[in-house]
């Protein structure tokens, strides 16, 4: 790369080669001048007051690579289905999700893509659930002009690990809620669950779940499982999920022959939670955590369910790495840190 310096008082009529930045501090920060902007007359007091005392022109030799092109190039290898990607100012390409689904990062790609030399990718965390239209991430090299070398790494890198990011969309899944409970089943107490079940599935844009009751026997619990069980569906067990003699969920489930992957969540609240698989269907434990906070174990779970995920036993033991939450007199999640340790093993 060849550079040529003109005193800016004397550019007058000259090209700028890239954008110029302005910082207001706590007003504003984007580009003043416009890579390709003709300079003015006009404009040569800005110019000045930010610092820019000349203009100068760049010839690109061989195996050179503009940050323009170097971030476009690298961000369309990185994009998986879900995303979009635009081109902002001063080199950096953002992506953004083309529907609402659960954003997937290969952490192992990303890393590694950002130990190459003059590239960086930053990204939210994986697993977090987004709307459509919602920022994932941001692209860019670091120098005006990079090599060639450490471009084609970084596309290599890329196709090595597949997408590097991609959002894999909400499955139409029926949600099928079993309430038990004898005093909630012969109507001595007002259930408190439903409620709780018909908000989490609007917020996904859900059909509202189908609600079913059930008094504490296993037997019955079991049977329900089984009639309800089938095709995109999610079936939710609630309560009976402690160690006291009289809580026979865990044994319904059991009963019902559903496998169970994992019984005891390292997530507060959700200490009680339960994983369990009725051939293709899941099968949730969910203890009464569930009716008096807004955030559980259920809300880490449910939406890697409704992208089509299998959740094992080693996913649910990676929760514990940031499986406390705050409880925030203002809930904020999920842009928070609830439940942004749990990396699935081996991404």
Sequence with gaps: MKYSYVKTKD?????????????????????????????????????????????????????????????????RAAAGTGVDCYKASEGRVDFYASCSGLLKINV????????????ILASMHTNTPVTQGKKLAGTRVIPLIVTEDNVQEALSTCKKYGPVLEVKPYLPYA????????????????????????????????????IHYAPDDAEVISQKIKELAGSYTIIVVTGGMSVDPDDVTPKGIRMSGAKIEKYGAPVLPGAMFMVAYHEETPVLGMPACGMFFNTTVFDLVFPRLLAGETISAKDMAALGHGGLCLGCENCCFPACSFGKGGLTFGC
Aim: cysteine-free; charged content about 25%; hydrophobic content about 40%.
């Design 175 to 210: 949600i099928k809620v079993i309430i038990t409970g004898k005093e909630v089943y012969q109507g001595t107490i007002q259930d408190g669950f439903a409620p709780v079940f018909k908000e989490k599935a609007a917020g996904f844009n859900l059909e509202e779940p189908e």
């Design 11 to 75: 550019a007058i009529g000259m090209v700028i080669p890239h954008d110029v930045t302005r910082i207001v501090k706590g007003v504003s920060k984007g580009a003043a001048f416009k890579k390709g902007h003709v300079i003015t007359e006009e404009d040569v007091p800005m110019l000045l007051s930010l610092g820019k005392e000349h203009i100068y022109s760049l010839e690109l030799e061989p195996g050179d690579v503009h940050e323009d092109e170097a971030g476009w190039l690298i961000a």
């Design 108 to 119: 192992k790609g990303l890393q590694e893509l950002n130990t190459i030399p003059e590239v």
